[in-house]
């Protein structure tokens, strides 16, 4: 595991896939857990695997305070924070400017990658980009997540939440957080009321939610980009999903009938998402090869 310094005098963990350096020519794909997640979540762990059996290199990335190490400041991770993966990227781009850098994202790591994009535009470092399960409409997700049996997976997230929050309650304390009002809450619009929204400076959670949502940006991104997405997640409404107005020409959908919430299941122990994404991160360099051998 590699400490990765932010500019703030913060720091990222992140794991190497592969015991060799990416060479200049060869794609870097760059993987972003979703919340309460860390390099370690089985689809991270699946899509990295996969990716180095066809010799590609990753580095998988712990967003501030996962993985089971507290970091050093107050603020945290959220959806619509881009800062930290853009230090990195810019790292990376410099360390291995021959390299084709690519990026995939689940849940929230796949809304921030989209803001991401949306943000940049054509300043972003990346070629080419996955999101899988992004939570495009904030103010939806979180209405539908308290809804029916949605709620089981909304109080083990909120549990996630006030566990990476136990491992750094001084320095919330000393920020001015109200722990009672933290460790209290029972909805994840408490917990951004009293933690996320001041923390990262927005007025309340309502507002980090606008801020942050990745449906409206979709229209500005210019890296080819897929979004994966399953008609049966939980965490989702089928009015999230975009008419091709609302998108620009380098975004294209792709929606299954079932995979629940960064699921998809393809029997025999083996996940749609460990070649799915790989495929699409690897397109143009097994079409380049393709053309190459004929």
């Given at each position: 595991?590699?400490r ?9 963990r ?46 998988a ?24 993966m ?14 084709s ?24 470092p ?24 949605s709620?089981?997976y ?13 491992l ?46 990745s449906?409206?940006l ?71 090869a ?5």
């Open positions: 595991m590699e990765f310094p932010l500019p703030d005098g913060d720091f990222l992140i794991r190497w896939n592969g015991d060799r350096d990416p060479q200049d020519g060869e794609p870097l794909v760059v993987l972003l857990h979703g919340l309460g997640g860390s390099s370690d979540s089985p689809y991270v762990r699946g899509i990295a695997a996969e990716l180095w059996s066809r010799g590609v290199v990753s580095v990335v712990n967003f501030r305070g996962c993985g089971g190490v507290p970091n050093e400041r107050a603020r945290g991770y959220h959806s619509g924070e881009t800062g930290d853009e230090a990195l990227m810019s790292a990376l781009r410099e360390r291995f400017p021959g390299c850098l690519r990026a995939a994202g689940a849940s929230l790591g796949g809304n921030a990658l989209l803001c991401h994009l949306g943000r940049r535009g054509t300043d972003s990346l070629d080419r980009a996955v999101a899988v399960c992004p939570p495009l409409d904030l103010h939806a997700c979180i209405r539908r997540m308290s809804a029916g049996l709620r089981g909304h109080r083990y997230l909120l549990r996630c939440l006030k566990r990476d929050a136990r750094k309650e001084p320095l919330l304390r000393e920020a001015g957080v109200d722990l009672d009002a933290l460790f209290g809450a029972r909805s994840f619009r408490d917990f951004d009321n009293v933690v996320t929204a001041p923390l990262h400076g927005f007025a309340d959670a309502d507002a980090y939610y606008t801020a942050s949502s449906g409206p979709l229209k500005h991104i210019t890296v080819p980009t897929t979004v994966l997405f399953a008609a049966d997640d939980p965490f989702m409404v089928p009015s999230m999903i975009p008419d091709e107005s609302a998108l620009s020409a380098a975004v294209r959908f792709e929606v299954s009938a079932s995979g629940g919430h960064v699921g998809f299941a393809a029997g025999g122990g083996r996940y749609w998402l460990d070649s799915r994404v790989p495929d699409v991160l690897l397109a143009d360099a097994a079409a380049t393709a053309s190459s051998a004929s």
